[in-house]
DNA sequence: TCTGGGGTCCTAGGACCC
DNA sequence: TCTGGGGTCCTAGGACCC
C-alpha cells in the first residue's frame, strides 16, 4: 500500500453518448443510445438520460428501444471518439508521464512519476479539481468523474461512487472501512460467475470477503484469481500503473444480421475478416505466428480454432489460407452467427509475407517450402523479417524464410530462394542461422538492402 | 429478433525436451 | 526401458473488462 493517495482513475461519463451530445446540440439532455443498430446490434452506452429508462451498456438494442423508444439511437463514430480520448490522455500525462488507459475513456495514473510535490489528500483534491476543468476544456464540454487513492483498487472505486461527473480522494488508511460494506462485485475482476460461486459460499461483502481465508479462494476460484482476490479484499493492491502496454493480439469479428450456413458465402466472409486483420497489422507495423479463427454458432456456442506458424507474417495470403483451414475444421451446416479472424503471438517487426512462396501454386519448389516451414516445427525464438523484396539496382527478389537468426540465437535455418525477373524461380538454398553468408541481408546490418521496404520519409 | 466488438488473463491437458 | 519432475509451448475454452 501507498503512503499517501497518488493513484488516480479517471473515467468519462457516458463517454460515446456524451460526444454525440456535445456535437449535436439538439441531442443534449434528451436520452441518446450509441450502439449497433443493426438486428442484433447491442447497446454500447447510453446517457444518463436513457439511464433513467432503465437502458444500459451490453443491453440490447430492441430492449433499448422498447424502454426509451423516444431517445435517439445512433452508431458509434470511432474516429471522433479515438479523437477526443487523445486530448484527455495528453492532458493526464501533463500531470504526470506515467498515464495506463484502459479504454478511450479511462485511465489510471501514477502522480508520484510528476511532478507534483504535495500528495496530501487535500492537495490531490484541488489537484483533481483541476483536472476536471481540463478535460471539460480539451473535450469541448465532456464531464469526467475521477477517483484517487492508495491503489488502482481503491481509484477505480472511488471514480464509480461519485459518477457522473463527480470526485472522491480515499483517505489512507479508509480504505477497508469503504470497502467492506460493498458487494463483491465492486471489485473488478469478479463477474457473474465468481459473485455467484462467491454467493454460494455465503461470500457477499468485501467485508465476507476478507475473512475467507486464501486456501480456500484458491480451492473455489483457482490459483491466480483467489490469490487476487484474497489481496484485494483486504485492500492489499500494490500493482503498479504501467504505461505504454504492447498489444498482444489483433482481431476482427463480425455478427451477421442472420445466420450463414453457406459455405461459399462463409469462405467470402473469413477471406474479407483476414484481409482486414491484415490491414491493422500493417498500419500497425505488426505480424504475428498465430491465427485464431472464432465461430459462434447459431445456438451461441462459441468455438475457435487456432494454429501456429514457424514464423510471422502478416501476409493476407498466408492469414487468409490458414483462416480457411482452420474454419474447415468446425461444423458449420448449422448455421453460423459471428466469424472472427485474430492474430496473435506479435512480432514487432516490419513483416513480410513469411512462408510467401506457399501460396504461390506456381511454384516450383512449392514442396520444399512445405516441409521447411511445417507448422508443428518450432524453430522460431524471435522476430524475423522475411519476404520478397526488390534490391534496389539489381535485378533480383531476394525472398527469406527462418527463423531465430536475427537474433544470432542459432535455432533456426534460413532458407533463401534467388529470383531473377528474366529466368524466373532460382535454386533454394537453406543456411544454418548463423552463416557469415547471410549477414549481408540481416535487418540488424546498416545499410541492408533488405533492412527497409518502406520508402524514405520525403523532403 | 435474446445476447457487439475489441481486448486481457487464466486454466488444463498434451507434446516435447532435459 | 521405466519412472519422474520441471519447464515451455501449443490449443481450446471461459471469465472478465469497457
Keep these: 500500500m501507498r503512503p ?30 450509441v450502439g449497433g443498430l443493426g438486428p442484433r446490434g447491442v447497446v454500447a452506452t447510453a446517457s444518463y438520460e436513457a439511464r433513467a429508462f432503465g437502458v444500459r451498456s451490453a443491453m440490447r438494442m430492441a430492449e433499448a428501444r422498447a424502454r426509451c423508444p423516444h431517445a435517439a439511437f445512433l452508431s458509434p463514430r470511432f474516429t471522433i471518439y479515438r479523437r477526443t480520448s487523445r486530448a484527455v490522455m495528453a492532458a493526464l500525462r501533463e500531470l504526470s508521464p506515467v498515464v495506463e488507459p484502459l479504454s478511450l475513456d479511462e485511465a489510471y495514473v501514477d502522480l508520484t512519476a510528476g511532478t507534483i510535490g504535495d500528495l496530501s489528500p487535500s492537495a490531490v483534491e484541488s489537484l483533481a479539481r483541476d483536472l476536471k476543468r481540463t478535460v471539460r476544456r480539451v473535450t469541448g464540454g465532456l464531464t469526467a468523474s475521477i477517483g484517487v487513492g492508495t491503489s488502482k483498487l481503491i481509484a477505480k472505486i472511488a471514480s464509480d461512487l461519485r459518477k457522473p461527473d463527480g470526485l472522491l480522494v480515499v483517505t489512507p488508511g479508509a480504505e477497508t472501512e469503504l ?10 475482476g469478479v463477474g457473474p460467475a465468481t459473485a455467484e460461486r462467491l454467493r454460494r459460499m455465503g461470500v457477499h461483502t468485501v467485508g465476507d470477503l476478507g ?23 483486504r485492500a492489499g493492491d500494490d500493482r503498479p500503473v504501467v504505461a505504454e502496454r504492447e498489444a498482444k493480439s489483433i482481431s476482427v469479428e463480425d455478427t451477421f444480421d ?85 492474430v496473435s503471438g506479435l512480432a ?67 532458407t533463401v530462394r534467388f529470383e531473377t525477373a528474366t ?22 546490418t546498416p545499410h541492408s538492402p533488405l533492412a527497409r521496404t518502406d520508402p524514405p520519409p520525403a523532403g
Excluded: N
Design 4 to 33: 499517501q493517495p497518488s493513484i488516480l482513475h479517471l473515467d468519462l461519463d457516458a463517454f460515446f453518448a456524451a460526444v454525440e451530445q456535445r456535437d449535436k446540440p439538439s441531442l443534449r439532455a434528451k436520452p441518446v443510445v
Design 179 to 188: 470497502l467492506s460494506p460493498m458487494p463483491v462485485s465492486v471489485i473488478p
Design 211 to 233: 475473512r475467507v481465508g486464501e486456501e480456500e479462494l484458491v480451492r473455489a476460484l483457482g490459483k491466480a484469481h483467489g490469490q487476487a482476490l484474497a489481496r484485494l479484499a
Design 258 to 342: 442472420h445466420d450463414i450456413a453457406d459455405p461459399a458465402l462463409l469462405g467470402v466472409v473469413i477471406e474479407r475478416l483476414a484481409s482486414r486483420v491484415c490491414e491493422r497489422l500493417a498500419r500497425e507495423r505488426l505480424s504475428g505466428r498465430t491465427v485464431t479463427v472464432k465461430v459462434r454458432l447459431y445456438d451461441f456456442t462459441t468455438h475457435t480454432r487456432s494454429a501456429t506458424l514457424a514464423g510471422p507474417t502478416d501476409d493476407d495470403r498466408v492469414i487468409t489460407r490458414l483462416a480457411r483451414r482452420l474454419l474447415s475444421e468446425v461444423d458449420t451446416s448449422a448455421g453460423v452467427r459471428l466469424l472472427g479472424v485474430g
Design 348 to 414: 514487432d517487426w516490419v513483416q513480410e509475407d513469411l512462408f510467401g512462396a506457399l501460396v504461390d501454386e506456381t511454384d516450383a519448389d512449392a514442396e520444399h517450402a512445405d516441409a521447411e516451414h511445417s507448422e508443428t516445427e518450432r524453430v522460431t525464438s524471435g522476430p524475423v523479417q522475411t519476404g520478397p523484396r526488390w534490391v534496389p539496382g539489381a535485378d533480383v527478389i531476394h525472398r527469406r524464410y527462418g527463423a531465430g537468426w536475427v537474433w544470432g540465437s542459432g535455432l533456426g535455418r534460413v
Design 423 to 444: 529466368t524466373g524461380p532460382g535454386p533454394v538454398r537453406t543456411f544454418a542461422s548463423d552463416d557469415p553468408e547471410l549477414a549481408p541481408y540481416s535487418p540488424l
